[in-house]
């Protein structure tokens, strides 16, 4: 346990030490000597982020529920709190005991997004734990980890001792208990890493040897033992009405990105957006029953005096029941004054019925995403959206009292013009027209339509993982092109960071090679590389070149269809050649049809829309 007058004395000189201190309602402290497996959860970025992630409460209380386990959390420390902690020699600690994380059994890491790896490796390094499995010993932590990231875990492969590929629900105890006979029988790191690597949908990279052709690309993926698979099925809860849901959530006691209960509706989605990883991630899509959700809205309110219930999932409006749903819980929490609310919104599912519920309580903005300002680039993408929809989505939120309007964009689509770019100004001024050829009397609110653009970065497992990346400097022409066309100031346009763009590309793509690059940006001093304001481009160029790496390699190159990815050792159920062929459709700018209509033949075997889990 560390030294808490020290701790108290650096509390004092901090930002924000509630992120520091823990002791929020519905938190659970055990003591850790009276558990047989200790679990130091971390969310590689600040307090406020990661407590807004719905994946950490679920596995916090999954692992607590269980009485021999321990689950506690970490995150990385803002910079002021890594400068005194590193001054005063306090080591990186969990919140709910204090205690040193390098004293725990396993410590996770959720991979959400390719710029917190750096923070990995600070948290790895505050805690005293060697940045490579390699150099680890039996007495160090186990790291584990999984999310969306970790389908091409091949940059960070060399750090993680144990990658999870798909759901965590149910996997996460599996291998708690395995670890725990190992612990009670004889501890041994190998064998236990051995034995874990046929269970279903665990990857230890240190068993794989990677082999390279001249040019730089995968030769092929060779296991190193027996045990280990050449290919690694996904893990996937098939019914998510019996399998775990918090009833709690923890309650912080500082203002976090989403202060609300989430309540996750189904998972899975059906579009096939090309440009879209989680829509292919997380297939067959999967849904909770309306009276389960009931029920956990009840328990999540009650325990933690939330006054917004958030539903949760890729397409919210596509949830079969939706309309039942928020009656339900507008019939039920609309007296007690505690609202409903809804993510971004899918234009051809904009429900009038839906909305008319959620305005009851409390109106806010309005957020939809186009994501390509013209009809065809937006049929390249497969987005099933025409202008018609949001002219009809748009008139019906005016009429009913709306007037704060957000749009998401991409830009560096593939094929993409500048007439295509020129659309976001276009849609966006539709809007505004929208509003204001209104009678005066019919105006309500202080209207603005905000244009947010991303720029695009080709990811795995999707249709576009073949492609390659805008260069920084036609991302800036584009914005600029956007940014210089629009002159209204009821028309805000709001555009990415191009150079954070292209470091992410690298990595979403990347394979072994970049660890060095990863290892030396550190001790460069990055991290929060996701905070525009700790981002340094010139630092990462350095990097790639004190390492004799090609960054361009990784983001600006266009794929061979027979390219081996550094992640097509992962089967996630969809397959490569489905990709490809939707490559080819998006190419010619055809549609495919959303899986609920027709099947499309993506290779889900066990997928609902096919009758197999009804």
């Known amino acids: 346990m560390i030294n808490k007058k020290k701790l108290d004395k650096i509390l004092n000189k901090v930002e924000k030490p509630a992120r520091y201190i823990g002791m929020e309602q519905n938190s659970v402290i055990k003591d850790l000597n009276n558990v047989k497996v200790k679990f130091a959860f971390c969310f590689p970025d600040v307090y406020e982020v990661g407590m807004s992630h719905l994946g950490l409460h679920i596995l916090y209380n999954l692992i607590n529920n269980e009485k021999d386990y321990a689950c506690e959390r970490v995150f990385s420390p803002w910079v002021d709190m890594e400068e005194l902690m590193r001054k005063e020699n306090i080591p990186l600690y969990t919140l709910e005991n204090k205690e040193e994380v390098k004293n725990f059994d396993f410590l996770g890491f959720t991979l959400q997004y390719e710029m917190s790896y750096t923070n990995i490796l600070n948290v790895l390094d505050l805690s005293g734990i060697p940045f490579l499995s390699k150099d680890r010993t039996d007495e160090d932590p186990l790291i584990i980890a999984g999310g969306p990231c970790a389908y091409n875990p091949e940059p960070i492969a060399d750090m993680i001792d144990i990658i999870v590929l798909g759901e965590g629900e149910e996997v996460t105890l599996e291998l708690l208990d395995k670890y725990k006979e190992y612990k009670e029988n004889g501890w041994d790191k190998e064998t236990f890493l051995r034995d874990i690597a046929s269970i279903k949908g665990i990857y230890i990279p240190k068993f794989y040897q990677i082999k390279y052709k001249e040019d730089g690309t995968i030769d092929e993926m060779i296991p190193l033992v027996d045990e280990a698979p050449r290919v690694i099925e996904k893990r996937m809860v098939r019914d998510l009405d019996t399998m775990y849901s918090p009833e709690t959530m923890i309650v912080p006691y500082i203002e976090t990105i989403h202060d609300r209960v989430v309540l996750e509706i189904f998972r899975g989605c059906t579009h096939g957006c090309r440009f879209c990883q989680a829509g292919m991630l997380y297939r067959p899509i999967r849904e909770k029953s309306t009276s389960r959700l009931m029920e956990l809205a009840e328990k999540l309110v009650q325990s933690t005096g939330y006054e917004d219930v958030s539903l949760s999932s890729l397409s919210t409006c596509d949830y079969s029941q939706l309309q039942l749903l928020v009656s339900s819980l507008m019939g039920e929490f609309g007296d007690r004054n505690v609202g409903v609310s809804l993510p971004s919104l899918r234009l051809d599912s904009f429900s009038i019925d839906i909305l008319k519920e959620i305005e009851k309580v409390r109106k806010s903005g309005l957020t939809f995403a186009p994501e390509a300002g013209s009809q065809r680039l937006r049929d390249v993408i497969n987005k099933g959206v025409n202008e018609e929809d949001l002219v009809n989505a748009v008139t019906y939120a005016f009429n009913e009292g709306w007037s704060r309007i ?93 150079e954070l763009s292209y470091v992410e590309a690298i990595f979403a793509r990347g394979d072994r090679k970049l660890s060095k690059v990863l290892i030396n940006a550190w001790e460069k001093g990055a991290r929060f590389d996701g905070w525009s304001e700790h981002f340094s481009f010139d630092l990462w160029l350095e990097a790639f070149e004190d390492m004799g790496i090609d960054g361009e390699f990784y983001a600006l190159r266009q794929r061979n269809m027979d390219e081996v990815f550094p992640w097509d050792f992962i089967d996630i159920g969809v397959s490569k050649k489905y990709l490809y062929k939707e490559y080819q459709k998006a190419i010619a700018g055809e549609l495919t049809n959303d899986c609920r209509l027709k099947c499309t033949g993506c290779g889900i075997q066990d997928c609902a829309m096919r009758g197999v889990f009804n």
């Open 406 to 498: 957000k749009l998401y964009f991409m830009i560096g689509l593939p094929t993409e013009t500048d007439e295509d770019v020129l659309g976001i100004k276009e849609l966006s001024y539709l809007v505004k027209d929208l509003f204001f050829d209104r009678p005066k009397e019919e105006r309500r609110g202080n209207f603005s339509v905000t244009a947010s653009a991303s720029c695009f970065v080709p990811k795995p497992f999707t249709p576009f993982q073949w492609v390659k990346q805008e260069s920084i400097d036609e991302f800036r022409r584009k914005a600029y092109l956007v940014k210089d066309n629009i002159r209204d100031n009821k028309v805000t346009f709001n555009y990415h960071d191009a």
